[in-house]
């Protein structure tokens, strides 16, 4: 069966103090891994897509890594704008096709 | 751009009653998607349609779950009838093949609902 696990399940974070999420990921077949954000009452809302192990993508104050097993959200200098719950999703089959969901991380920055 | 449309935003309904939910897709985009969000099992899938034609249902609880896509830029779906159990977050979703690979799949606001 394929699993997205996302860790911690939430983290507290003062502005300023960077870190970094993890996304694990037992998959039979890798066809993409997608970072969404979501905020309370929205609907996630896309960030990355990540194909090939090494391949980093980066917006402002988020860079998305991937690896063979997971990849990594590492977030620089937060701010209490970044405060949300991000999600890390893969695609298994080829094509046009659903993506697995992590339960996400809670992600909380103190001013 | 509107992005995906769905209504209601929040439903609250009785047990036994029917519900229907509605999503608007982004207009050119051929693919669909129904999620389902609680707090115990995240977000998952319960049916998506390619090209207005449903292609994996295996995510549909029960049969009292049904999905429509009658046209490219209207689906429902319906929950006859309604239990407690099926109070979540209810969202819609619709993407397109841009260039090689990329699939983003956009996500509507969402409908809560909440069966007493």
């Known amino acids: 069966e394929d699993q997205v696990t996302q860790s911690p399940e939430a983290l507290r974070l003062q502005e300023g103090e960077s870190s970094s999420l993890n996304c694990s990921y037992t998959v039979s077949g890798l066809r993409g891994l997608f970072w969404y954000r979501q905020d309370p009452g929205k609907g996630p809302e896309f960030l990355f897509t990540?194909?090939?192990a090494g391949e980093e993508k980066e917006k402002e104050r988020l860079k998305a890594t991937l690896t063979k097993k997971e990849s990594f959200l590492h977030i620089t200098a937060p701010k209490p704008e970044d405060s949300a719950t991000y999600l890390c999703?893969?695609?298994?089959?080829?094509?046009?096709?659903?993506?697995?969901f992590g339960k996400g991380t809670r992600l909380s920055v103190i001013a | 751009d509107a992005g995906v449309i769905q209504s209601p935003r929040h439903e609250v309904t009785e047990m036994g009653q029917e519900v229907t939910l509605r999503c608007k897709p982004i207009?050119?985009?051929?693919?669909l998607f129904w999620y389902r969000q609680t707090m115990m099992r995240g977000l998952e899938l319960l049916i998506y349609?390619?090209?207005?034609?449903?292609?994996?249902d295996s995510g549909m609880p029960e049969d009292r779950f049904s999905a429509k896509m009658p046209n490219a830029s209207f689906s429902t779906l319906k929950i006859q009838p309604s239990e407690p159990r099926d109070s979540a977050v209810y969202f819609c979703?619709?993407?397109?093949?841009?260039?090689?690979?990329?699939?983003?799949?956009?996500f509507g606001p969402g409908t809560r609902l909440t069966v007493t």
């Open positions: 979703a619709s993407s397109i093949r841009q260039g090689a690979r990329s699939y983003e799949q956009y």
């Open positions: 990540l194909y090939s």
């Open positions: 999703a893969v695609r298994v089959n080829s094509g046009n096709t659903p993506l697995v």
């Open positions: 207009s050119g985009h051929n693919s």
């Open positions: 349609f390619n090209n207005n034609v449903p292609i994996d």
